[in-house]
C-alpha cells in the first residue's frame, strides 16, 4: 500500500516479465500498462494508470533496473528479500530528479565539483555554474549516469510528474511522441494558461490521453512544489535535499534467484529449466530458449524440446577452453581476473586455473604473488564457495583460499559469480584464517544483502572451518 492506502503499481518489462508481475500479484501490487502476453498470461485488463515503480532489464541482463517512489522502491526491496535468498540489491544514494541546496568545493577546467550532503559530490558542468563559490546553490541530479558515484548535476530546474514537467525559465513544449497535431495545439495552448511565471511547461507523452481536469490538477501539485521550493531554498542550510525525486535501485540475480524466477514463470507459462540463465547469455542462446519454449506451448514432447535445445549450446565451454573470470563485488563492481583455462567442466563440478600475470601479495597467506604463479580454483554447481589453491611456478604450494560467494555460473566465454566477501585461508603450514567478515555485516547495513542471506553465508563459513577442524583429526 502506498500513502494513500492504494495499491502500488509496477510497470515492468524485460526477461523476468511473467515471473516478477505473479511475484508483485502475489505481494499485493497493481500490474499497469501491461502487456499483451502478461494481459492473456495473468487475465489482466488494460490499465493505463501511471506506475509507482517502473522495471525494467539490467544492461548485461543479469538482473533488473528499478525506478521510482521511495515507497514502492523500499517495497519492492522487502518482497525481493523475502522470495529469494541470493539477490542483490543496491540502492543509489542520491534522488533522481531530486533537487538539493549543494556547495561548490572545487573545480577543474569543465566540471565544478559540488557537496550534496551525505558524503555524495556531483559533477555540474562548467558552463552552467552562475553563483560565487561561497554560496549555497541549487542544483537537480539529472538522469544522466544513473548509478554513478558521482551523479551528474544541473542548475536547469524541473519539476517532474506523471503528465507534465515544470522547468525553470522555459517555453512551453509537447513530447515529440504525441503526432496527433490537433492534440499537440491543444496542449500548447493549455500550457500557455497553466504555467507559473517563470516556469515552462513541457507535456508528457502520457498527458495525450488525460482529461483537461487531470492535466489542471497535476499542474495545480507542481506548481504547490514549486512554492515548497520557494520556501525551503530561502531557509534550509546548505547540503539538504529540498525536493525529492526518483529512487533508483540495481537488483542482481544470482544463482539462485534465477532458479526461483524459473519456479514463478513455470507456474504461468511453460518454462526450459534454466530459463533465466538462458536468458542472462542473450544472443542466439536467448532466440533458441524462445523457440524452444514455442515449440512447449503448442505441445510438443517436453523431453524431445529439451534434447534439442541441449544440442544447440555447443557455444558452451568444454575442456581447453578459455574464459573470463568475472568476479563481482557486492557493490555491483565487475573485477575481470584475467582467462582461464577449464580444466574439467560436468553436471557437478567446474574446474580451471589461471597463470598470475603479475607480482603482489596473498592477504591472509602471508606470502608473495609471483607472475608465473598458477591458481587451480574447484567448485560444483549449486555450492556456496570456490576453493583456490595457489602453486609456484614450480608447483611449490603456496596455501589456499576458500572464497564464499553466489553459485558460479559458467556461460559462453565466462565464468561469473558475486563474491560474498568473506574468505577462509589456508596457509601451507595448515592454519587457518577467517577474513572481511566485517564487510559483510557492511554490505546488510547498505541493504545490498538480505538478513537471509548473511545468515547463510555466516553458517557456511561455520561449516567450512568445522569441516577444516575435522579433517585435521
Same mark, same amino acid.
Given at each position: 500500500?502506498?500513502?494513500?492506502?492504494?495499491?502500488?503499481?509496477?510497470?515492468?518489462?524485460?526477461?523476468?516479465?511473467?515471473?516478477?508481475?505473479?511475484?508483485?500479484?502475489?505481494?499485493?501490487?497493481?500490474?499497469?500498462?501491461?502487456?499483451?502476453?502478461?494481459?492473456?498470461?495473468?487475465?489482466?485488463?488494460?490499465?493505463?494508470?501511471?506506475?509507482?515503480?517502473?522495471?525494467?532489464?539490467?544492461?548485461?541482463? &543479469?538482473?533488473?533496473?528499478?525506478?521510482?517512489?521511495?515507497?514502492?522502491? %523500499?517495497?519492492? &526491496?522487502?518482497?525481493?528479500?523475502?522470495?529469494?535468498?541470493?539477490?542483490?540489491?543496491?540502492?543509489?544514494?542520491?534522488? *533522481?530528479?531530486?533537487?538539493?541546496?549543494?556547495?561548490?568545493?572545487?573545480?577543474?577546467?569543465?566540471?565544478?565539483?559540488?557537496?550534496?550532503?551525505?558524503?555524495?559530490?556531483?559533477?555540474?558542468?562548467?558552463?552552467?555554474?552562475?553563483?560565487?563559490?561561497?554560496?549555497?546553490?541549487?542544483?537537480?541530479?539529472?538522469?544522466?549516469? *544513473?548509478? @554513478?558515484?558521482?551523479? *551528474?548535476?544541473?542548475?536547469?530546474?524541473?519539476?517532474?510528474?506523471? #503528465?507534465?514537467?515544470?522547468?525553470?525559465?522555459?517555453?512551453?513544449?509537447?513530447?515529440?511522441?504525441?503526432?496527433?497535431?490537433?492534440?499537440?495545439?491543444?496542449?500548447?495552448?493549455?500550457?500557455?494558461?497553466? @504555467?507559473?511565471?517563470? !516556469?515552462?511547461?513541457? !507535456?508528457?507523452?502520457?498527458?495525450? %490521453?488525460?482529461?483537461?481536469?487531470?492535466?489542471?490538477?497535476?499542474?495545480?501539485?507542481?506548481?504547490?512544489?514549486?512554492?515548497?521550493?520557494?520556501?525551503?531554498?530561502?531557509?534550509?542550510?546548505?547540503?539538504?535535499?529540498?525536493?525529492? =525525486?526518483?529512487?533508483?535501485?540495481?537488483?542482481?540475480?544470482?544463482?539462485?534467484?534465477?532458479?526461483?524466477?524459473?519456479?514463478?514463470?513455470?507456474?504461468?507459462?511453460?518454462?526450459?529449466? =534454466?530459463?533465466?540463465?538462458?536468458?542472462?547469455?542473450? =544472443?542466439?542462446?536467448?532466440?533458441?530458449?524462445?523457440?524452444?519454449?514455442?515449440?512447449?506451448?503448442?505441445? &510438443?514432447?517436453?523431453?524431445?524440446?529439451?534434447?534439442?535445445?541441449?544440442?544447440?549450446?555447443?557455444?558452451?565451454?568444454?575442456?581447453?577452453?578459455?574464459?573470463?573470470?568475472?568476479h563481482v563485488k557486492l557493490s555491483g563492481l565487475v573485477f575481470h581476473l584475467g582467462q582461464a583455462t577449464i580444466e574439467s567442466l560436468g553436471d557437478e563440478q567446474?574446474?580451471?586455473?589461471?597463470?598470475?600475470?603479475?607480482?603482489?601479495?596473498?592477504?591472509?597467506?602471508g606470502v608473495k604473488k609471483e607472475a608465473g604463479d598458477k591458481a587451480v580454483s574447484e567448485t560444483k554447481m549449486g555450492e556456496w564457495s570456490i576453493t583456490t589453491?595457489?602453486?609456484? %611456478?614450480?608447483?611449490?604450494?603456496? =596455501?589456499? #583460499?576458500?572464497?564464499? %560467494?553466489?553459485?558460479?555460473?559458467?556461460?559462453?566465454?565466462?565464468?561469473?559469480?558475486?563474491?560474498?566477501?568473506?574468505?577462509?585461508?589456508?596457509?601451507?603450514?595448515?592454519?587457518?584464517?577467517?577474513?572481511?567478515?566485517?564487510?559483510?555485516?557492511?554490505?546488510?547495513?547498505?541493504?545490498?544483502?538480505?538478513?537471509?542471506?548473511?545468515?547463510?553465508?555466516?553458517?557456511?563459513?561455520?561449516?567450512?572451518?568445522?569441516?577444516?577442524?575435522?579433517?585435521?583429526?
Amino acid at each position: 500500500m502506498n500513502a494513500m492506502g492504494a495499491l502500488m503499481k509496477a510497470k515492468i518489462r524485460g526477461n523476468c516479465t511473467t515471473a516478477l508481475t505473479k511475484l508483485l500479484l502475489e505481494n499485493g501490487f497493481e500490474i499497469v500498462q501491461p502487456s499483451l502476453t502478461i494481459k492473456k498470461r495473468f487475465g489482466l485488463m488494460d490499465n493505463s494508470a501511471p506506475p509507482d515503480v517502473k522495471i525494467k532489464d539490467r544492461y548485461d541482463l &543479469q538482473g533488473v533496473r528499478v525506478l521510482g517512489t521511495s515507497d514502492a522502491v %523500499n517495497t519492492f &526491496q522487502s518482497v525481493l528479500h523475502s522470495a529469494f535468498e541470493d539477490v542483490l540489491t543496491r540502492k543509489w544514494r542520491v534522488s *533522481i530528479d531530486g533537487i538539493y541546496n549543494g556547495k561548490a568545493i572545487e573545480s577543474d577546467e569543465d566540471t565544478v565539483y559540488v557537496d550534496i550532503g551525505g558524503g555524495v559530490i556531483g559533477r555540474l558542468p562548467k558552463p552552467e555554474f552562475v553563483i560565487a563559490e561561497d554560496k549555497p546553490l541549487l542544483v537537480q541530479v539529472e538522469r544522466k549516469r *544513473i548509478g @554513478a558515484k558521482q551523479p *551528474i548535476l544541473t542548475m536547469n530546474l524541473k519539476i517532474v510528474g506523471n #503528465y507534465a514537467i515544470l522547468a525553470q525559465n522555459s517555453k512551453v513544449g509537447v513530447s515529440l511522441k504525441i503526432y496527433d497535431l490537433n492534440k499537440r495545439a491543444e496542449l500548447y495552448a493549455l500550457g500557455k494558461t497553466l @504555467a507559473p511565471d517563470w !516556469w515552462g511547461i513541457i !507535456w508528457r507523452e502520457s498527458s495525450a %490521453n488525460q482529461s483537461r481536469e487531470t492535466l489542471e490538477n497535476e499542474i495545480t501539485k507542481l506548481a504547490e512544489k514549486v512554492k515548497i521550493l520557494n520556501t525551503k531554498a530561502a531557509h534550509a542550510d546548505a547540503l539538504t535535499l529540498l525536493i525529492e =525525486g526518483s529512487c533508483f535501485m540495481d537488483v542482481e540475480f544470482p544463482w539462485f534467484s534465477k532458479r526461483d524466477l524459473d519456479k514463478l514463470r513455470a507456474s504461468v507459462a511453460p518454462t526450459l529449466d =534454466g530459463h533465466h540463465f538462458y536468458k542472462s547469455c542473450g =544472443g542466439e542462446v536467448s532466440a533458441a530458449l524462445e523457440m524452444a519454449e514455442k515449440l512447449l506451448e503448442k505441445g &510438443q514432447s517436453r523431453i524431445e524440446v529439451e534434447k534439442s535445445f541441449r544440442e544447440q549450446l555447443y557455444r558452451f565451454p568444454e575442456e581447453g577452453s578459455l574464459v573470463d573470470v568475472e568476479h563481482v563485488k557486492l557493490s555491483g563492481l565487475v573485477f575481470h581476473l584475467g582467462q582461464a583455462t577449464i580444466e574439467s567442466l560436468g553436471d557437478e563440478q567446474i574446474k580451471y586455473s589461471r597463470i598470475m600475470r603479475s607480482n603482489g601479495f596473498y592477504d591472509g597467506l602471508g606470502v608473495k604473488k609471483e607472475a608465473g604463479d598458477k591458481a587451480v580454483s574447484e567448485t560444483k554447481m549449486g555450492e556456496w564457495s570456490i576453493t583456490t589453491k595457489y602453486f609456484s %611456478n614450480g608447483g611449490e604450494f603456496k =596455501g589456499t #583460499y576458500i572464497n564464499l %560467494n553466489t553459485p558460479a555460473e559458467v556461460y559462453p566465454k565466462a565464468i561469473r559469480y558475486v563474491d560474498l566477501e568473506v574468505d577462509v585461508c589456508i596457509k601451507p603450514d595448515g592454519t587457518v584464517k577467517i577474513l572481511d567478515m566485517e564487510k559483510l555485516e557492511k554490505a546488510l547495513e547498505k541493504g545490498f544483502i538480505s538478513r537471509k542471506l548473511f545468515e547463510i553465508v555466516k553458517e557456511k563459513v561455520k561449516e567450512t572451518t568445522g569441516a577444516l577442524k575435522e579433517s585435521k583429526h
